[in-house]
């Protein structure tokens, strides 16, 4: 049966207690990111502490995820080979296009038969956070039968745009009607952007809701405090 993935918490992957008590917020999904809250000199630290607890921890009751670096440096081909070789529910890959997946692709299948695990048992997930990537979201879907759900990520594209995305979002109101619309038409999670202020309740339900009106099937969560809303909007 297919699982939820209504919030998706995100925690540092160089942050020990946080990746041992993800699971008792009771998220449908949790990401270990080794990118952009890992500084570069704990990217191996970070990859190992990771690895070893998807190696030796109970998440039997989450589905997790790890956010790898881009794939054209060093510590992205790190990742994805120490990463794959646990099998994580499903690797995230930043600023993807239809060529970056292909890559990952190949890479897994291969991993996979070395392993001994069954062809496909990692799946992909690829970040929306540049204009190119937007533009062609069609081609990116259908790069690869591991594509399960797309991240639509409104902080990178504003920072490409070299802007800063307000509170209330209405900047990324066209963008996320055209992601929702094609992860509803191919059949794929949609999942929204973070919502920052971790404090603002009121404000993330709106946000989550505006989300799930424009076809997002689920979101990010700053903390484990988001998690309730973000399960009780998506339902």
Known sequence: M??????????????PKSIQDAPVFDPDVVIFDLEERVAPQDKDSARNLVREALSFLDYSQVEVMVRVNPLD????????????????????????????????EGILTKIEKEEGFPVGSVEVIPVLETAFGIENINQLMGSSPRVTGLWFNGEGLMAEFGTQRTKEGAELYFVRGRVGIACRAAGIDAIDTIFLDGNDYEGLANDASAAKRLGFTGKLALDGRQVDTLNAIFQ
């Open 73 to 104: 440096t060093d510590e992205g081909q790190k990742d994805v080979d120490r990463i794959a070789r646990v099998k994580p529910g499903a690797l995230i890959i930043p600023k993807a296009n239809e060529q970056v997946i292909k890559q990952v």
């Open 2 to 15: 297919k699982r939820l993935r209504r919030s998706l918490l995100i925690i540092s992957g160089n942050n």
